[in-house]
C-alpha cells in the first residue's frame, strides 16, 4: 500500500521556497544572457530544455509504477502540460511560434499553477521537485528566451496565441467528456484554492477564465510592445 502523502499547503515552507528558488534562477537565467550573451547560452537552454523533459517524464513513469496513472488526469491536456512541452521544444529551437507559446502560456497559466498549486504532494515527495520543475521550468524559460535572450513576440501574437489557446480548450473538452475528466478544470473548479474560485460558479467560470486570459495577454503584448520600441528582438 501507498503511504498517505502530506498536501502541498499553498504558502507553507516548502512552497515559498519553491516560490523563492522560481524568482531566482528565473532572475539569474535573464541577468546571465543579458549581460554576458555569448555561445554559451544555447547549451544551457538545452540544459534547462532536458532537465524539464527528464522530469516531465519522471512525473508520468512514476505514477504508472504507483498504479496511479489514468486517462482522466494523466494525459498532457492541462494548458500547464502544454507549455511544459512547447517551453523543450522552444529551448532546444527557439522559433517564433515556439517562443511565443511559452511567453504567455508560462507567465500565465505556469505562473499560476506556481502561485497556488494544485498539488497532493508536499517535499521531499518526487512529485514535489517533478512539479516545481516543469511548472518553474516553463517560467524560467520564458524568462531566459523572451527577457534574457531577446526573442520578443512578434505583431498580433497576442491574437495568434489566444486562438490557439481557445483551439486547446476544445481539444481538452473532448479530452474531458471522453475519459470523464475535468482537464484545464472546464468541468469543475480545482480542489484547492485558486483564482477560480473568485469567478463564480461554473460554467460562468470558464467565461471569467477567458476575458481574465485575454486582458493578462494583453498586458503581456503590451509589455513585449514596449520592448520592441527599445530596439530589441527578432
Known sequence: MVPRAKTLQQLSEEHIAALIATAAVGGLSVWAARRHPGPWVVPVSRGLAILILVAYVTEQVANALRGTWTLGFNLPLQLTDAVTLVSILALWSPRPLLVELVYFWALTASLQAVLTPDLGQAFPSIFYFTYFTTHSGAIVAACLLVFGRRLLPRLWAVWRVYAL??????????????????????????????VLDLMGPWPWYILSAAALALAMFLTLEALARALRGSGTGW
Open 165 to 194: 489557446t481557445a483551439a486547446f480548450a476544445v481539444l481538452a473538452e473532448a479530452g474531458n467528456l471522453l475519459t470523464g475528466g475535468n482537464y484545464m478544470f472546464l468541468q469543475e473548479k480545482p480542489s484547492r484554492a485558486s
